[in-house]
Structures are given as structure tokens and as C-alpha cells.
């Protein structure tokens, strides 16, 4: 599968990855994460190249990785440190990649080494303010491709048939519609006034009020890193008056037909009650796992092994955003693969 290589994507939560090897399928592609000795976090590629064997199935000596299978030690720079059976041969070394450790998360960069710039990282610097917000993460698993994990995302009107929990059933009747797009960034933005305050907002609603105005705004991210804001305010005052909750949706391709789901949230209201919001990370985390998963799991099963858009689907005016990054993403992916192709106007 032809992939975006020349790009940050989430690898692994910083509190996730210690002293010990973590192994992680990344874009077809396995790596093992560590952090040196001075606490920076490493990955090399997970494959000895003497007989292929997985480094993370050996350990952890000093500032190397021993293989357990013929005992070569490899530095965190790749290069084979050392070689019980004789000298070290010259090509005894594996691939790494460039990691960058922001907003507690460790990504890693799975093209061209020297193209890899933190300033190309979007910002998702809400979901490490816990001056402002309480903060609490989740690392998930969807069985499907991740542009189908996309898509689910960016078109949010599934919310009040597949979620009990986060939509109204007449939600789509009141809701206004509309896609940004800024460069790279595809923005989803809906709007619901006068809506029946939510199960999930139930939860941090303080208002009296019976209904309020609900808003679900989704920024999309080349490739697949994306940031929801959904609040709940009195009808007709502005947002900070109101009931915010962030949430980032980080995901990273595992194989073609599994994604790793990275998920964090940052609430503003009752932030000291650590009971609701572990009772709130709890219940959104079901969801995507029991809701959501499935669900896309059972449409890509339906779709045959084939692509989405080669299969000609029925789109609705909900879908604007997910076939805006969809396309943005194919446009991206082939200008890395023919660098000297004319860009496409738009």
C-alpha cells in the first residue's frame, strides 16, 4: 500500500515507552521504540540483519539492544557495537528513524531522514495544557485501513445512530453543514442550535437548561492526525461560556487493514474530578471500540478488498470533508512518489 513517508505520525505515548523494547508494526513496517540512557526515546527497525530476527525479542544492554537469537549488540545510532563470533562486519547496522517527543507523544518520521521537520508537526498542544484542562489518554486498535477510520471521523452525522451516548436522534435535522479547506488542513465543522443537551454532555452540563447550543468541529491533518472541539453552551452566548471537551484522534497505519487509534482528551469543566473523567474516558473509549471499530471493521469486510472511491459510493453532503482528504492525501501521496509532476491547481 503506498503510504505518506515524508510526514510525522504518532508512534507511541511518552508514558508508554520505557527502559524496555517496545515493538510496533508501523506502515507495514516493524520497529522497536526505546529510550537511550539519557531518556530520549529510539527506534531502529526491528529486524537483525543477520537472520532477520526481531531485536525486541532480545534486551536491553546499556546503550544497546542485544539480539536474542546470536547475541549482536546494536547502538542506538543502528551501527553493530558488538559481535561475539569475530570483527564487526561493515554492513552489521539497521535502519532508524528521526522521533520527535511533543505534547506527550513520541512520533516518528518514516521517510527521508533529512526531510524530517518538527515544524511540519501540527499543533495538538491542547492536549498537553493541564493548566487549563484535564487531561487523560487512550491507545486503541481499529481492524480496518485508517483512511475508513478517517472518513468516520470527518463525516460525524453516524453519531446519532451508532452512539447512544454522544448524539440526539434528530441531531441531522438541525445540523449546519461545512468544510474548510486551508492547504493541508480539511476542517469539518458542524453546528447544532437548540439541541437537546447530550448523554455525554449530561455529565458536565451545570446549566438548568434542557437544551443548548452543540458544536462538533473536526480539523483534519495531513495524514491522518486530527482534532475535534464539541462543546455545549447556553443558546445563542459563545463557546467560552460553556462546556468544552478536546480530543485528539491520532492515527497511524499498522498494515493496510489496521490502524493504531491514539486518543486523548482535555476537558474544562469539573477538571478536578478525576471519578467523571475516568467514567468519560471510559464510556468514549467503548465507544470507539464497540461502536465504532466494528462498524468500520464491517464495511471494509463488505467492500471486498477493494478502495472506497473504486467502488463508486453514494455521497451525501456529510461526506464533503472526508472526500476533501481523501483527496488532499492522494494529491500529497503521488507528488512524494513523482516529485517532478506538476502539482495539481487547487
Known amino acids: 500500500m503506498n503510504y505518506l513517508r515524508n510526514t510525522w505520525y504518532a508512534a507511541v505515548w511518552s508514558e508508554d515507552l520505557g527502559q524496555a523494547a517496545l515493538p510496533r508494526t508501523l506502515l507495514d513496517e516493524p520497529i522497536v521504540f526505546v529510550r537511550a540512557g539519557g531518556g530520549e526515546p529510539v527506534a531502529l527497525a526491528d529486524r537483525c540483519p543477520h537472520r532477520f530476527a526481531p531485536l525486541s525479542l532480545g534486551k536491553k544492554v546499556g546503550d544497546s539492544?542485544?539480539?536474542?537469537?546470536?547475541?549482536?549488540r546494536f547502538g542506538m545510532d543502528g551501527k553493530c557495537i558488538y559481535n561475539p563470533h569475530g570483527p564487526i562486519p561493515p554492513a552489521a547496522r539497521v535502519t532508524t528513524y528521526p522521533l520527535l517527543e511533543r505534547y506527550g507523544m513520541v512520533w516518528i518520521w518514516m521517510g527521508e531522514a533529512s526531510r524530517?521537520?518538527?515544524a511540519l508537526l501540527p499543533d495538538f498542544s491542547v492536549i498537553a495544557d493541564t493548566e487549563r484542562f484535564a487531561i487523560f489518554r487512550s491507545t486503541l486498535k481499529t481492524p480496518a485501513n485508517y483512511q475508513l477510520a478517517i472518513d468516520n471521523l470527518l463525516d460525524l452525522s453516524h453519531a446519532q445512530y451508532l452512539h447512544p451516548l454522544l448524539g440526539n436522534l434528530d441531531s441531522n435535522e438541525r445540523t449546519r453543514f461545512h468544510t474548510r479547506i486551508e492547504g493541508n488542513t480539511v476542517w469539518s465543522l458542524?453546528?447544532?442550535?437548540?439541541?437537546?443537551?447530550?448523554?455525554?454532555?449530561?455529565?458536565?452540563?451545570?446549566?438548568?437548561?434542557?437544551v443548548g447550543d452543540r458544536r462538533a468541529n473536526m480539523r483534519w491533518d495531513a495524514p491522518s492526525n486530527l482534532l475535534l472541539d464539541v462543546g455545549f453552551t447556553e443558546c445563542g452566548r459563545p463557546p467560552s461560556e460553556g462546556a468544552t471537551l478536546w480530543s485528539a484522534h491520532l492515527l497511524t497505519p499498522e498494515t493496510e487493514s489496521s490502524t493504531h487509534y491514539f486518543w486523548a482528551g482535555?476537558?474544562?469543566?469539573?477538571?478536578?474530578?478525576?471519578?467523571?473523567?475516568?467514567?468519560?474516558?471510559v464510556a468514549i473509549s467503548a465507544a470507539f471500540v464497540n461502536e465504532d471499530g466494528p462498524m468500520i471493521a464491517a464495511c471494509q469486510q463488505r467492500m471486498g478488498g477493494l478502495e472506497l472511491m473504486e467502488l463508486g459510493p453514494l455521497l451525501l453532503k456529510s461526506d464533503a470533508a472526508a472526500v476533501s482528504a481523501r483527496r488532499?492525501?492522494?494529491?500529497?501521496?503521488?507528488?512524494?512518489?513523482?516529485?517532478?509532476?506538476p502539482h495539481a491547481a487547487g
Open 65 to 72: 539492544l542485544q539480539c536474542g537469537y546470536h547475541g549482536l
Open 116 to 118: 524530517a521537520d518538527p
Open 190 to 210: 458542524n453546528d447544532m442550535p437548540g439541541e437537546p443537551v447530550t448523554k455525554l454532555f449530561q455529565m458536565l452540563w451545570k446549566s438548568d437548561s434542557s
Open 266 to 281: 482535555a476537558r474544562d469543566t469539573c477538571r478536578e474530578d478525576t471519578v467523571l473523567g475516568e467514567k468519560i474516558r
Open 328 to 341: 488532499v492525501l492522494a494529491e500529497l501521496i503521488e507528488q512524494e512518489r513523482q516529485p517532478d509532476r
